[in-house]
């Protein structure tokens, strides 16, 4: 068979077989799609597909057709980061700056410590967890990063299905949600820097700051159909120069969409846009997630660092937002609400994973763990929301 024949059977089982047991086994309230495809995605690489039929995983998932498939994947996952960064809302920020920053350095600050515990841990075990081209700060500082992410996307999805994001709570979570993707994105534009390409990444700023103040300046005189080619010709250009200064093409791609203003493309447009290329081509991410996925250090190893992971996590988030509505007088059972919803991982923890192992940041088995906590997490949402909402009474944004 021809390398396009290979890539098309492998676009029919990632698209059919996540689609078929999300639909049959009506997973909705427990596992949405989206967690069913990163899950279809790990079975489907190297640690368990390839592990049981080695033979059939070499036949199809070739280079050729893992080449082709990253191809897209690529693509897709610079759409949506770019998303991720338009629909950052900084003006609802500092508007209410103290109710923001007080919930966000709190409820970024507990998991992020926590997440570093765990991460030592996981070096005191075994050095393997680490990549090779990291500091020992660099994978603890990442991994507390990991766990203090929230997936502002899927968090938009999931608060439309749940009716609360026009809502006073939906919208205070929306700012919460977005403060904290700043911080943590700029956390790991820090873990990431290179000194042998200080030069560039300093070039790299100036050069994309300078150029945003002229986008921004144009971007309202064009017309709405030219902005769309405009914005995706930034997007392609930002990549590629953050990938060429060293930093990643997906920090390139959320910087690019920052200096963007969803209000100049229409809502409606950008939330169609979301969903088309979750439904399109994000499907493809999860496969080339679930093939670099590793169990080498054992299966019960990973998993337990998973747990554990997921424990910093959660905990440290519910910890962190109590606080945070102690001091603020939130009315009772409202943090525990606002925690769930904040504590959403799924993509964007999958995405930051991507990157730290793209540049050696830490191992292969350590990707692993946080796909699986990013999976986890993202399952216990929407039952604890549910749970939560009954008993939380809300209140006007702050």
């Given at each position: 068979?021809?390398?396009?024949?290979?890539?098309?059977?492998?676009?029919?089982?990632?698209?059919?077989?996540?689609?078929?047991?999300?639909?049959?086994?009506?997973?909705?309230?427990?596992?949405?799609?989206?967690?069913?495809?990163?899950?279809?995605?790990?079975?489907?690489?190297?640690?368990?597909?390839?592990?049981?039929?080695?033979?059939?995983?070499?036949?199809?998932?070739?280079?050729?057709?893992?080449?082709?498939?990253?191809?897209?994947?690529?693509?897709?996952?610079?759409?949506?980061?770019?998303?991720?960064?338009?629909?950052?809302?900084?003006?609802?920020?500092?508007?209410?700056?103290?109710?923001?920053?007080?919930?966000?350095?709190?409820?970024?600050?507990?998991?992020?410590?926590?997440?570093?515990?765990?991460?030592?841990?996981?070096?005191?075990?075994?050095?393997?967890?680490?990549?090779?081209?990291?500091?020992?700060?660099?994978?603890?500082?990442?991994?507390?990063?990991?766990?203090?992410?929230?997936?502002?996307?899927?968090?938009?999805?999931?608060?439309?299905?749940?009716?609360?994001?026009?809502?006073?709570?939906?919208?205070?979570?929306?700012?919460?949600?977005?403060?904290?993707?700043?911080?943590?994105?700029?956390?790991?534009?820090?873990?990431?820097?290179?000194?042998?390409?200080?030069?560039?990444?300093?070039?790299?700023?100036?050069?994309?700051?300078?150029?945003?103040?002229?986008?921004?300046?144009?971007?309202?005189?064009?017309?709405?159909?030219?902005?769309?080619?405009?914005?995706?010709?930034w997007l392609a250009l930002c990549g590629l120069a953050g990938d060429w200064s060293g930093l990643h093409y997906m920090v390139g791609a959320f910087l690019a969409g920052t200096v963007l203003e969803a209000e100049w493309f229409g809502q409606a447009a950008m939330d169609r846009l979301r969903h088309h290329v979750l439904l399109i081509l994000m499907p493809v991410f999860f496969l080339s997630t679930g093939l670099r996925t590793e169990w080498a250090l054992g299966g019960v190893v990973v998993l337990v660092a998973a747990i554990a992971l997921l424990a910093a996590a959660v905990g440290g988030r519910l910890a962190g937002v109590a606080?945070?509505?102690?001091?603020?007088?939130?009315?009772?059972?409202?943090?525990?609400?606002?925690?769930?919803?904040?504590?959403?991982?799924?993509?964007?923890?999958?995405?930051?994973?991507?990157?730290?192992?793209?540049?050696?940041?830490?191992?292969?088995?350590?990707?692993?763990?946080?796909?699986?906590?990013?999976?986890?997490?993202?399952?216990?949402?929407?039952?604890?929301?549910?749970?939560?909402?009954?008993?939380?009474?809300?209140?006007?944004?702050?």
């Open positions: 068979m021809t390398m396009v024949e290979k890539m098309l059977i492998a676009l029919i089982v990632i698209l059919a077989v996540p689609w078929l047991i999300w639909r049959l086994g009506r997973t909705e309230r427990w596992a949405p799609l989206v967690v069913v495809q990163i899950l279809t995605g790990i079975v489907l690489g190297p640690g368990l597909l390839g592990a049981a039929f080695p033979e059939a995983y070499r036949w199809l998932f070739t280079t050729e057709v893992i080449g082709a498939l990253g191809g897209i994947a690529t693509w897709g996952v610079m759409l949506f980061v770019w998303i991720a960064g338009i629909e950052l809302d900084l003006h609802q920020v500092w508007q209410r700056r103290r109710d923001t920053v007080t919930t966000v350095a709190l409820a970024t600050g507990f998991p992020m410590l926590a997440g570093g515990g765990v991460a030592a841990i996981m070096l005191w075990h075994s050095p393997e967890w680490i990549g090779p081209a990291a500091l020992e700060w660099q994978f603890v500082a990442a991994i507390g990063m990991a766990c203090a992410v929230t997936a502002l996307p899927i968090l938009i999805l999931f608060m439309e299905k749940l009716d609360i994001l026009r809502r006073p709570l939906g919208q205070r979570v929306l700012r919460y949600a977005s403060l904290e993707d700043i911080a943590v994105w700029a956390l790991l534009a820090l873990i990431l820097l290179d000194f042998d390409r200080l030069g560039r990444q300093i070039s790299f700023f100036l050069a994309f700051g300078m150029a945003a103040i002229g986008l921004r300046q144009l971007m309202p005189r064009l017309a709405q159909s030219d902005r769309w080619f405009l914005a995706l010709v606080l945070a509505a102690h001091r603020l007088g939130w009315p009772p059972g409202e943090a525990r609400l606002v925690g769930w919803l904040l504590q959403t991982k799924a993509l964007i923890l999958i995405i930051f994973a991507s990157i730290l192992l793209d540049r050696n940041v830490i191992g292969n088995e350590t990707f692993t763990a946080l796909v699986l906590m990013a999976t986890f997490s993202t399952m216990l949402t929407i039952p604890m929301v549910t749970r939560g909402r009954s008993g939380a009474a809300t209140h006007p944004a702050q």
